[in-house]
Nanobody, 126 residues
Framework: QVQLVESGGGLVQAGGSLRLSCAAS????????MGWYRQAPGKQRELVAT???????DYADSVKGRFTVSRNNARNTVYLQMDNLKPEDTAVYYC????????????????????WGQGTQVTVSS
């Protein structure tokens, strides 16, 4: 089973910065897409940012220019640098991994989809 473990959440004042990290483990050969989603109280989970193994990124319009997603393929780790935080960024942030190739007997094993971390709380005070 693939596990995603997030870290780096916390409480910050508006205009401040936080950096989230997420490490994937569990006999992983490669992960095609990693990213971050968030869910605020009473709202649906929404995309924040994703990055492919080739470095192609995608951002929600609400975070463009303020957040930066990056990854270390060798360590199966994804990061989210969040700058100029706003109170509306307050949410539980979830790490996501998709198109995960497991390690098999001959190298590349099974392809699996849609893994989630347990979530980390980010609170931005005004």
């Amino acid at each position: 089973q693939v596990q995603l473990v997030e870290s780096g959440g916390g409480l910050v004042q508006a205009g401040g910065s936080l950096r989230l990290s997420c490490a994937a483990s569990g006999n992983i050969f490669s992960i095609q897409v990693m990213g971050w989603y968030r869910q605020a109280p009473g709202k649906q989970r929404e995309l924040v940012a994703t990055v492919t193994s080739g470095g192609i990124t995608d951002y929600a319009d609400s975070v463009k220019g303020r957040f930066t997603v990056s990854r270390n393929n060798a360590r199966n780790t994804v990061y989210l640098q969040m700058d100029n935080l706003k109170p509306e960024d307050t949410a539980v942030y979830y790490c996501h991994a998709d198109f995960v190739y497991r390690t098999g007997d001959m190298g590349v094993g099974a392809l699996e989809y849609d893994y989630w971390g347990q979530g980390t709380q980010v609170t931005v005070s005004s």
